[in-house]
């Protein structure tokens, strides 16, 4: 990023003003990308790191809403025994290329500014665009090196490939996001961090980086004002194209991670959104029952984590039946897991009219009808299996 000398300047400060105990600032300059989310899930979790980074992850959390934010639900698959092992290179040539090549024009950029100030013998523009030039060049070679790299540690026991566990994140702006994957991915999640690979060759690019970048920002404060006006105007033309390449390097970075993730699976990983519902219930319907089975939350306890209140127990119930889920206050499921038949569908409907808390007949048949909508958009799913009995 031309002109983003501050980063590296910032970090030499960092370096200067820590002891030897503190965190590695080249950590933490990484860290920054690391957020904190608040959750409710069925495990131990109450809050999970979130690597924002991941562009697709971000871009999921921060989802548009509807105009009735409260209501949205978003679904999202953490199945990583389902995602494909192909390298992001083999997958993206195109889109790393790109992000190579913009590099490499900043790079003919800055050199043709040093040509040019030496003819017109301006020497505090070659001070200037010589000094970018070295630091362009030490963040080449760190581009190409794994200084630092984001360590997912192994996870001792087995892999539990049957059950299902759910996060749930509340966003203050309204809507809720469900994380779905098992158990082993979310303790992955939680227990990743960032570490500097210390090395001989690691220590000396990244002293160079920021040297380089410090020397970089002070120049463009002490060469830029007395420069010739031509040179002015040719360092500010490559500063208006860097800004411009950051946002055509961002969508590359962003197909790229997404072509790798999706890769064979087709659309597999891609979040599924609920918007635009009347009631925060209906939504919840529409995710434990009409979603694919590979996003369904059918074992959701939506009154167990708090985002039902508990005059609803009788729904969950509901919805627990028809997914053949355990439940104590429900009929026992049928064994093996089948679809159940349409008198059985009507009989639980029955149920929960008797026993729903809330004696209201208006929100009764509203959420009676809202379950029938979404019965009706998961028989119609021809890929629909039918998911095992529960590990509730």
């Not at 970090?11 to 003003?17: A, F, N």
């Not at 581009?143 to 299902?164: L, R």
């Not at 994957?181 to 992955?188: H, M, T």
């Amino acid at each position: 990023m031309f002109g983003g000398a501050l980063v590296p300047l910032k970090t030499l400060v960092e370096h200067l003003t820590s002891n030897m105990t503190s965190l590695h600032p080249a950590v933490k300059m990484c860290q920054t990308d690391i957020v904190t989310i608040a959750v409710k899930s069925d495990m131990i979790f109450k809050e999970l790191p979130f690597n924002f980074s991941t562009m697709w992850l971000r871009d999921v959390i921060a989802f548009q809403p509807s105009s009735i934010p409260q209501n949205d639900v978003v679904v999202v698959s953490l199945d990583l025994k389902d995602t494909p092992d192909t390298p992001l290179e083999s997958r993206s040539i195109f889109r790393k290329a790109l992000i190579d090549l913009t590099g490499f024009v900043t790079g003919a950029l800055l050199i043709g500014s040093v040509y040019w100030s030496f003819l017109w013998v301006d020497v505090w523009g070659a001070s200037l665009f010589i000094i970018y030039t070295i630091h362009w060049f030490a963040s080449t070679l760190i581009a190409f090196c794994e200084v630092i790299t984001y360590e997912t540690p192994k996870v001792s026991g087995k892999m539990d490939t049957q059950t299902y566990h759910y996060a749930v994140h509340e966003r203050m702006g309204g809507g809720i996001v469900v994380f779905r994957g098992y158990k082993i991915v979310f303790e992955k999640l939680a227990r990743s961090r960032w570490v500097f690979n210390r090395s001989w060759r690691n220590n000396f690019l990244h002293w160079f980086w920021m040297t380089s970048g410090a020397l970089s920002a002070l120049a463009s404060v002490a060469c830029m004002v007395n420069m010739q006006t031509e040179l002015q105007l040719a360092f500010l033309g490559i500063l208006s194209y860097s800004s411009l390449a950051e946002i055509w390097v961002t969508q590359c970075a962003r197909g790229a991670q997404l072509k790798a993730l999706i890769g064979a699976r087709g659309d597999y990983l891609r979040p599924q959104y609920i918007r635009g519902k009347q009631k925060r219930a209906f939504g919840m319907i529409h995710a434990s029952l009409a979603l694919p089975a590979a996003y369904r939350l059918q074992d959701v306890r939506w009154t167990g984590l708090g985002l039902l209140p508990p005059p609803f127990e009788q729904l969950q119930v509901l919805l627990d039946t028809l997914n053949g889920v355990p439940n104590e206050k429900a009929p026992p499921p049928p064994f093996p897991p089948r679809p159940i038949s349409k008198i059985e569908f009507e009989e639980a409907i029955a149920h929960f009219r008797e026993n729903f808390a809330i004696r209201d007949p208006d929100l009764i048949d509203e959420l009676v009808e809202e379950v029938r909508a979404a019965w009706k958009i998961r028989e119609q799913d021809p890929d629909d299996k039918k998911p095992p009995t529960s590990k509730v």
